[in-house]
């Protein structure tokens, strides 16, 4: 009679230990899920998630520079001496072969046209 008993008990604590394990995968496999958040790679300001139409994949680019200017403030400043300056460095970058490409998004910001950066 003691033998039989302690079976059950060992079976229905091995299946209630069984049930909170799959709980825990259950709830840590939807915690996942809501951070879709992407970090930038070291050294890198920006980040934009790109999907390919033809596979369905997602990838992520990277671009702009980390930190603030010297005095605080924003290092993307454009319509001045210095935006006209990147957008005349950044034109003359080769187009990438699967857009968007980081010198896209980044003259994006600066708001290039041609070689001058517009306010």
Do not use: E, H
Request: aromatic fraction near 8%; charge should be positive.
């Amino acid at each position: 009679m003691y033998v039989k008993c302690r079976g059950i008990v060992w079976k229905i604590i091995s299946i209630f230990v069984y049930c909170i394990c799959n709980i825990v995968y259950i709830i840590m496999a939807t915690v996942k899920k809501k951070s879709t958040r992407k970090k930038p790679t070291k050294g890198k300001r920006f980040v934009k998630v790109v999907k390919n139409a033809k596979t369905g994949r997602t990838r992520k680019v990277s671009y702009g520079q980390a930190g603030k200017a010297k005095k605080g403030g924003d290092r993307i400043r454009p319509g001045t001496k210095k935006g006209d300056a990147y957008c005349a460095r950044s034109a003359k970058i080769k187009k990438c072969k699967n857009p968007p490409c980081a010198n896209a998004l980044s003259r994006k910001k600066w708001k290039c046209k041609g070689k001058k950066s517009m306010k």
